[in-house]
């Protein structure tokens, strides 16, 4: 009696069709994340480069003359205490430029951590803008979201600012959602306008921190895409300071 192979066919037929569906989407997974991996070990292998320990016992700290020559564009190293922030802030001739492109001017999506062109690079300006992606798994700039919840700020006040021959504190005393078409001001025309701007951050911020800026203080925001609203952004507002 002759056994009937059609059902060994089709279940032979089905496994095939598991194992391309399975194939496609791992690809489809690795695909996603390869810049990622790329972008972390990059940023990693830099901070192994960067970081210096000038006396032992001593924390390190970033090497701004050795990232200038290994990102012609560096104009500063941001850190955030215990957070994943942790990356040399580059600037280029746009807004768009490192969008796309590491701080070595490699290609890849997630991009740089990046001062608005329009800055001075010594930070000098009333306003100094840096963006970044908000990257899956709290990287790149991702992790400022969190300042939405007042426990977060409790934990991480402060973020230190490194350049050339000068350490600057950021005091962080704002946060606020906003829409991406509003933009940044550079400077103002009287203090009487900075004061007023300021004012409007504190009343609309997510946390409370008890700092409000006077008008001679330079301020840094750190910008970051949101998701309440088609084109929203997240800022946080910082007073620079030298550190002690």
Known sequence: ??????????????????????????????????????????????????????????IPIPDLDKLNSLNRDAAAWLLSPGTTIDYPVVQGEDNDYYLHHLSDGTPNEIGAIFLDYRNNPDFSDE?????????TMGRMFSTLSSYKEQRYYDEHPRMMLYVRDKTYEVELFAGNI???SEGFPLNFKTGKKKKEWIQDIIEKSTFSSGIIPKKQDRILVLCTCSYEFSNARYAVFGRVTEAR
């Open 127 to 135: 306003i100094s803008i840096i963006y970044g992606h908000h990257i």
């Open 1 to 58: 009696m002759k056994r009937n192979k059609v059902p060994g066919i089709i279940l032979t037929i089905c496994l095939v069709i598991l194992l391309g569906g399975a194939v496609y989407f791992g690809v489809g997974i690795y695909r996603d994340a390869a810049p990622l991996i790329a972008s972390e070990g990059y940023y990693k292998d830099l901070r192994e480069d960067v970081y210096i320990r000038k006396e032992p016992g001593q």
């Open 178 to 180: 906003l829409s991406g």
